[in-house]
């Protein structure tokens, strides 16, 4: 039996990426802080707990692993990458999880070896915040292509804004909620926004595909095959809740005059945001109807309470709206 070992695990993409290593009959361990309750708690998922960003726990990992393959699912800084790609160096496999957002150029579709990254500065490299994580997942896959002209097996995968069950960011929850609760919902720019997303379970079968058949020194993109846009998103959420939903598309003139912007909703994206999934679709992947996925993911926010109503407008502002609109 092969063993892997993932980086992360125990909270969204990391927890998918165990299950689906485990399912397909790998032995798995998972390496975290143990800051938070370990999802895996009988003897299929072993786990050590230590600091990744620490060498020093990366080697031991290797040492009681001895893993053919190690999947990082929590490399945010370039300098991670180096050290994992070097205490790594003669696995099967090393995987970095880089993302979408390492692209430095709006290109419809952003292609592999086409579509530019973005640059990164030695300053934004060390830079834990949310306008340098781009640069520094790009800086990250360039670590990735680096160690692999030294003979690491190693390769990237670049999902685009992932949803689905355990997602802790709830930003797409804002969208189940307001599609549960309410007959009326705003959305942005006229609801066209385009901002590809990625089911999770997909983003980690892609994980052990190219783990399995991927080439050295490659990435792969991974997002949804259909790329909904935000007001098609809604009408899918009213289908899987059994509802009615009308959706009030709003200009940018109109939210300014309620105090709003159209990026005061989740997932919006002034300017289309699709990444082309064929070099993964040749290695034999392919995503999950939208109809399957949003029926598990709904079934696993409403159960937990996830409603994301911090990231978006409150209701009231966006009720006053729809009345100002409407009447």
Request: charged share 30%; with cysteine; glycine share 8%.
């Amino acid at each position: 039996m092969d063993s892997v070992l993932v980086i992360g695990g125990g909270r969204f993409i990391g927890r998918h990426t165990v299950t689906e290593f485990r399912d397909a009959g790998y032995d798995v361990t998972m390496l975290t802080r143990g800051r938070r309750q370990n999802p895996f708690t009988n003897a299929e998922v072993a786990h050590i707990e230590g600091d990744r960003r620490e060498r020093d726990t990366l080697e031991t990992a290797r040492e009681r692993v001895d893993p053919d393959v190690v999947v990082d699912c929590v490399a945010y800084f370039p300098e991670d990458v180096r050290v994992a790609t070097d205490v790594f160096a003669d696995v099967g496999a090393y995987v970095y999880i880089s993302s979408g957002a390492a692209y430095g150029a709006e290109r419809t579709p952003k292609r592999e070896g086409e579509t530019p990254l973005a640059g990164c500065t030695t300053e934004q490299a060390t830079t834990d915040s949310a306008e340098t994580y781009g640069p520094r997942k790009a800086e990250g896959d360039r670590e990735v292509f680096a160690a692999a002209e030294d003979g690491v097996q190693a390769m990237s995968v670049r999902p685009t804004v992932v949803y689905g069950p355990y997602d802790y960011t709830e930003r797409f929850a804002y969208w189940v909620d307001r599609v549960a609760e309410y007959d009326r919902v705003v959305v942005p720019s006229d609801g066209l926004s385009l901002w590809q997303m990625a089911y999770v379970e997909d983003v980690a079968s892609a994980l052990r595909l190219v783990a399995e058949r991927g080439t050295a020194g490659e990435a792969y993109n991974v997002g949804d095959e259909h790329a909904p846009t935000l007001r098609e998103w809604v009408d899918l959420l009213a289908r899987v809740h059994e509802t009615d939903v009308e959706t009030i598309g709003v200009g940018e003139r109109e939210l300014r005059a309620a105090g709003l912007a159209p990026d005061d909703f989740p997932i919006y994206r002034d300017s289309p945001h699709l990444l082309s999934t064929a070099k993964l679709r040749g290695l034999g992947w392919s995503s999950t109807p939208h109809e399957t996925a949003l029926a598990v993911t709904v079934a696993e926010h409403l159960e937990n309470d996830r409603t994301g109503r911090e990231f978006g407008p409150d209701r009231d502002t966006e009720a006053a709206l729809i009345d100002r609109l409407t009447e």
